[in-house]
């Protein structure tokens, strides 16, 4: 068994070494393919031996259950937000405050750094584990969510000892988790392939990743992290910002090696310049520069305002603009019948690509911006992948075409155009609109809702303009023969594609209800609803009282529920559904066994032995319940330091309060 053991952390110790390599020093000493060697080689022997499994082992980044919400941290330092200055003039006039405020006529050595465009996020390290994950939130509070970063492969779940470099006690260190622009084409790509709207820009993307409540999910698309400040610290003392990133580079944590220690405010300049036009070549997406003072005892000295420090500014770049022609306004139609304008443009380059579309957001846009077919318009992209028109740059009276009329009929069926009182949308009401038919199907079969595997756009076109499919219940009515007579459907793809029709009847409750594409519920929620009720015939018989009981669940999305249900035409599809065999029922519950059967447990605070999602998962495997929110049904609350609200709402609701050694005697780990 020693041997066993030192094995398993000899391959954990490689696969953290070439995890540096790869994510700090962008050196990588193997391939992938000898990387994921490894990493199966330390699966196999931790599947052999699961007592030797530790919290921070490579193989134990993604936990197994989804949150029920994030709870609440407070930072033990605020995470201020950065004044910004947008040109040269203001870079100076910023460093002749600084000098002022200090009382020096001697230049200020800076040090300048890309601005990540992602989302601030927080990490914090005990004796060189991590455990705890947060979004900077209002700077005062955030949200945990250490399990979608323990996710991400570029954060350590523990610092790296080398050489002389010792792990402090205690680390909160301060960055962007940010996503790349190729990985956020290839989800966008498979967005659209859903009929989900693309992310407007990697921020987005990033930051609906993060809120996302299955980790499993987050961890399916590859964030990444640089990591640019140190908060809480109990370590050797450090004198200059530069050489805290030396530190945070040494200890394991991705440090963007762009950065620059310069000795005046000239040299920010030159920086700054330096990356005007460098910065679209970069693999990720930033939206300007940060200028600190290098000194931590000058940054002492000047302090903070009540919103921003004093001894740092952000320098933003002029936003990517172009002029180009408005050719003509056409008109989409989403899967739930929602019309969106879009400009058709004259090929114009912007921020290194050509674009030749352009977001109009709302017909109520248009009006307001007076924009016409054969207007030229400033185009912005201004870090966004989606470029937008900005305003119309010419508007000459003689010839100019009249203004826009936002559609009366549905552009695809003829159907009528509603808008409902609280919506800037037009929506199609035509339930048979083959165009929001074909956004339906698209989504019933994408990879989160019934997973149909090769039901692509292409014989998605051609099924419903054919007629052969009306509703997704005919999917499941469709012969080998109707496939193979589709244009590129051969006998062997239209078999595998019957299999994958067959298939997905097994998907479950929490899947078909996403698949429905019923407004306001996602993925998330259709969990939810699915845990709740057990069976679409409950669920469909809920009273709008019953579904306020679920949690997410409001006053809008309950009536959006109860309408879907309402519907003879849904009914019928769901009765089709039923008949065809596809499974409108969530899988068993587990049996609760052991020590803490039927009890209810929440966390709060920062645990000192465990993760919390170990702490939960200790939990369940003794027959326990463990939430993320406190109700009257919660029978312990475990808080530790830095405990919230759900702190507060326990005491009020007479919940009974375990502090961390409480709870470890409570399930035989004390």
Not at 98 to 120: C, H, M, N, S
Not at 427 to 436: F, K
Not at 456 to 480: F, H, M, N, R, T
Request: aromatic share 6%.
């Amino acid at each position: 068994m020693a041997g066993v053991k030192d094995r398993i952390e000899a391959l954990r110790t490689e696969i953290e070494r070439h995890n540096y390599l790869y994510y700090v020093k962008a050196a990588p000493e193997i391939t992938d393919s000898d990387y994921d060697k490894l990493y199966r080689q330390l699966v196999e022997l931790e599947n052999a031996h699961p007592e030797l499994v530790t919290p921070d082992s490579p193989t134990q980044r993604v936990g197994g259950q989804p949150l029920g919400e994030f709870a609440t941290v407070t930072h033990e330092m605020p995470m201020l937000s950065i004044d910004n200055t947008y040109s040269e003039a203001e870079l100076r006039e910023f460093d002749a405050r600084t000098r002022r405020f200090l009382d020096t006529d001697e230049p200020i050595e800076y040090v300048v750094e890309l601005k990540i465009d992602g989302v601030a996020s927080a990490v914090v390290y005990e004796h060189g584990r991590l455990v705890l994950g947060a979004t900077r939130g209002d700077g005062v509070t955030g949200d945990d969510i250490t399990a979608n970063i323990r996710t991400v492969k570029a954060i350590p779940l523990r610092l790296r000892v080398h050489g002389k470099t010792s792990v402090p006690a205690r680390l909160e260190a301060r960055g962007e988790v940010y996503m790349t622009t190729a990985e956020l084409a290839r989800i966008n790509t498979e967005r659209e392939k859903d009929g989900e709207p693309p992310f407007a820009n990697p921020r987005n993307s990033t930051a609906g990743t993060l809120k996302l409540l299955d980790p499993r999910q987050c961890a399916k698309r590859n964030l990444s992290a640089f990591f640019y400040a140190i908060g809480v610290y109990e370590g050797p003392g450090l004198d200059f910002h530069h050489r805290a990133l030396e530190l945070l580079a040494d200890l394991g944590l991705p440090v963007n090696p762009h950065y620059k220690r310069v000795e005046s405010i000239d040299g920010v300049i030159d920086f700054a310049a330096s990356w005007a036009e460098k910065r679209h070549t970069l693999p990720y997406e930033i939206d300007g520069l940060v200028v600190k003072v290098d000194s931590f005892e000058l940054q002492r000295r000047l302090g903070r305002t009540a919103k921003a420090p004093r001894f740092m500014i952000a320098y933003k770049y002029p936003a990517e603009q172009a002029v180009s022609t408005l050719e003509r306004i056409t008109v989409q139609v989403g899967k739930t019948g929602i019309l969106t304008p879009v400009a058709q443009l004259s090929p114009v380059q912007l921020a290194g690509t050509t674009v030749k579309r352009a977001s109009l957001h709302n017909f109520d846009e248009i009006e307001r911006k007076d924009i016409r077919e054969g207007d030229r318009v400033l185009v912005e992209k201004a870090g966004e992948i989606i470029p937008q028109v900005v305003a119309v740059v010419s508007k000459e009276k003689k010839g100019r075409s009249r203004p826009y009329r936002p559609p009366t009929k549905c552009p695809e069926c003829g159907g009528p155009v509603v808008r409902e009182a609280d919506e800037v949308y037009l929506r199609c009401g035509n339930l048979d609109c083959p165009a929001q038919l074909k956004e339906r199907l698209r989504y019933f079969a994408s990879r989160n809702a019934m997973d149909v595997e090769n039901l692509g756009p292409a014989v998605i076109e051609q099924l419903v303009d054919k007629g052969l499919v009306k509703d997704p219940s005919d999917l499941y009515s469709l012969a080998k023969d109707q496939l193979e007579a589709l244009e590129r459907m051969g006998e062997k793809s239209s078999a595998n594609l019957i299999d994958a029709i067959h298939e997905s009847k097994s998907r479950g409750l929490e899947r078909l209800l996403a698949a429905l594409a019923i407004r306001h519920v996602g993925t998330t929620l259709a969990a939810g609803l699915a845990g709740h009720f057990r069976t679409l015939d409950a669920l469909s018989a809920a009273a709008t009282d019953d579904l306020l009981e679920v949690d997410d669940v409001g006053q809008t999305v309950a009536e959006s529920i109860r309408n879907f249900f309402s519907s003879a035409r849904n009914r019928r599809v769901i009765d089709k559904l039923a008949k065809a065999g596809v499974s409108t029922t969530a899988a068993a519950k587990p049996v609760e066994a052991g020590a803490l059967s039927g009890k209810a447990f929440v966390f709060t605070g920062q645990l000192q032995s465990m993760p919390r999602p170990d702490a939960e998962a200790l939990v369940r495997s003794l027959g326990g319940r463990a939430s993320s929110s406190v109700s009257a049904k919660t029978d312990f609350l475990v808080a530790g330091p830095g405990a919230g609200t759900k702190l507060s709402k326990a005491r009020q609701l007479n919940v009974t309060i375990l502090d961390e050694k409480a709870f470890l005697k409570m399930v035989g780990r004390s």
